[in-house]
């Protein structure tokens, strides 16, 4: 997936429309996005970043509870490597903002590698995410429709091979884009500039046509089915999940309660994703196959931008999720905030003890000064 850059769109308007149209729609989508990915974008990756970081934590100190069981256990591991790719997206993400379309930078200027390799950052991370949830929503599959089964795949050991795996292969997946630009040096008076262009693999037609199906197939179409069939196994499990809650007994309650709350917060992880990711991918792979046939670049555009924006939301919103679902995670992220608070409270009390101290000290002093 190659995440749109900001960027004029002047030269790719169709070459038929009249000068005041095509002014008045060129600057329509410039303010557009603008608006999208100089504003919205910036201010969704930083919070999903903040957020993202506290995911790891509170579910890191989660993973310490000696109450969980192995399922839970390899769960919230999935949920700590989700939330890190997560994070890895929005912080490769957010210097899009300030990306302006130039074609001439200085050699050592961190824009110039940042618009050549930031697509092939990004869209690993898009796919470890998306790699990432269809691994978490299979092993909840597995331990609720195959229990007995279940228990010889999903140990902490395969959980993390998996995890590996997901992200070298995501890595992999998107190694040809290290060779989507290239540079050029251009020397002028004012010092020795490079220039971006094209590369020479993305010149050849057919093998842009057929990684762009792969990566649709791949990185799309097969995990929103995975995901699609284990969303409904889940949705049924949730059914049944009070009729369990009442046949056992009180000591199986709690984990009963906490296998609920996983399984409706990956319920809702599911669709968000349906709803947020889904969409761009889709769309970009529709109007590629189309583009032939299509004259309406501004209503590509316009679904482009929007959608793009929606899925830059769906790493940021984990955070908000797992707060409103998850009761333990609220207790756990309070219980940080509030030690985190705790060492400056006794800081600033240890000060204010030390200068009462001291003050006392040069009162005595003054009253008596033959007994110090």
């Given at each position: 997936?190659?995440?749109?850059?900001?960027?004029t769109?002047?030269?790719?308007?169709?070459?038929s429309?009249?000068?005041?149209?095509?002014?008045?729609?060129?600057?329509?989508?410039?303010?557009?996005?603008?608006?999208?990915?100089?504003?919205?974008?910036?201010?969704?990756?930083a919070?999903?970043?903040?957020?993202?970081i506290?995911?790891?934590?509170?579910?890191t100190?989660?993973?310490?509870?000696?109450?969980?069981?192995?399922?839970?256990?390899?769960?919230t591991?999935?949920?700590?490597?989700?939330?890190?790719s997560?994070?890895?997206?929005?912080?490769?993400?957010?210097?899009?903002?300030?990306?302006?379309?130039?074609?001439?930078?200085?050699?050592s200027?961190?824009?110039?590698?940042?618009?050549?390799?930031?697509?092939?950052?990004?869209?690993?991370?898009?796919?470890?995410s998306?790699?990432?949830?269809?691994?978490?929503?299979?092993?909840?599959?597995?331990a609720?429709?195959?229990?007995?089964?279940?228990?010889?795949?999903?140990?902490i050991?395969?959980?993390?091979?998996?995890?590996?795996?997901?992200?070298?292969?995501s890595?992999?997946f998107?190694?040809?884009?290290?060779?989507?630009?290239?540079t050029?040096?251009y020397?002028?008076?004012?010092g020795?500039?490079?220039?971006?262009?094209?590369?020479?693999?993305?010149?050849?037609?057919?093998?842009?046509?057929?990684?762009?199906?792969?990566?649709?197939?791949?990185?799309?179409f097969?995990?929103l089915?995975v995901?699609?069939?284990?969303?409904?196994?889940?949705?049924?499990?949730?059914?049944?999940?009070?009729?369990?809650?009442?046949?056992?007994?009180?000591?199986d309650?709690?984990c009963?309660?906490?296998?609920?709350r996983?399984?409706?917060?990956?319920?809702?992880?599911?669709?968000?994703?349906?709803?947020?990711v889904?969409?761009?991918?889709?769309?970009?792979?529709?109007f590629?196959?189309m583009?032939?046939?299509?004259?309406?670049?501004?209503?590509?555009?316009?679904?482009?931008?929007?959608?793009?924006?929606?899925?830059?939301?769906n790493?940021?919103?984990?955070?908000i999720?797992?707060y409103?679902?998850?009761?333990?995670?609220r207790?756990?992220?309070?219980e940080?905030?509030?030690?985190?608070?705790?060492?400056?409270?006794?800081?600033?009390?240890?000060?204010?003890?030390?200068?009462?101290?001291?003050?006392?000290?040069?009162?005595?002093?003054?009253?008596?000064?033959?007994?110090?």
């Amino acid at each position: 997936m190659e995440h749109v850059q900001n960027c004029t769109v002047i030269s790719s308007m169709n070459a038929s429309t009249d000068n005041s149209t095509f002014i008045e729609l060129a600057m329509k989508i410039a303010r557009m996005q603008h608006l999208l990915y100089g504003v919205i974008v910036p201010m969704v990756c930083a919070f999903g970043f903040v957020g993202n970081i506290l995911n790891v934590i509170v579910f890191t100190k989660k993973k310490s509870n000696k109450t969980l069981d192995d399922v839970e256990y390899c769960t919230t591991i999935c949920l700590v490597a989700l939330a890190i790719s997560d994070m890895m997206f929005c912080l490769t993400t957010f210097p899009n903002a300030f990306l302006l379309q130039r074609h001439l930078y200085q050699r050592s200027e961190f824009m110039l590698y940042y618009r050549m390799y930031s697509i092939t950052v990004i869209s690993t991370f898009i796919m470890s995410s998306t790699m990432m949830t269809v691994l978490t929503a299979f092993m909840r599959y597995l331990a609720i429709c195959h229990p007995f089964r279940s228990r010889q795949f999903i140990t902490i050991k395969s959980t993390i091979t998996a995890i590996v795996i997901a992200y070298l292969i995501s890595f992999a997946f998107n190694i040809p884009y290290i060779w989507r630009y290239r540079t050029e040096n251009y020397c002028v008076n004012i010092g020795d500039l490079v220039k971006i262009e094209d590369g020479t693999l993305f010149f050849k037609t057919k093998f842009v046509y057929v990684y762009k199906i792969l990566w649709a197939i791949c990185g799309n179409f097969i995990p929103l089915i995975v995901l699609l069939y284990c969303n409904i196994r889940l949705i049924k499990a949730l059914h049944l999940s009070k009729q369990l809650r009442l046949l056992h007994s009180r000591d199986d309650t709690s984990c009963l309660s906490a296998h609920r709350r996983i399984n409706i917060t990956l319920i809702t992880i599911i669709i968000l994703f349906f709803i947020l990711v889904a969409p761009s991918e889709i769309t970009k792979f529709i109007f590629y196959i189309m583009k032939e046939h299509t004259t309406d670049y501004y209503t590509y555009r316009v679904v482009s931008d929007v959608t793009n924006t929606l899925q830059s939301i769906n790493f940021s919103v984990n955070f908000i999720l797992y707060y409103v679902i998850i009761a333990p995670f609220r207790k756990t992220l309070h219980e940080f905030v509030c030690a985190f608070k705790k060492p400056k409270r006794n800081t600033m009390t240890r000060d204010r003890s030390s200068n009462s101290g001291k003050q006392t000290v040069v009162l005595l002093s003054i009253r008596d000064p033959n007994k110090l």
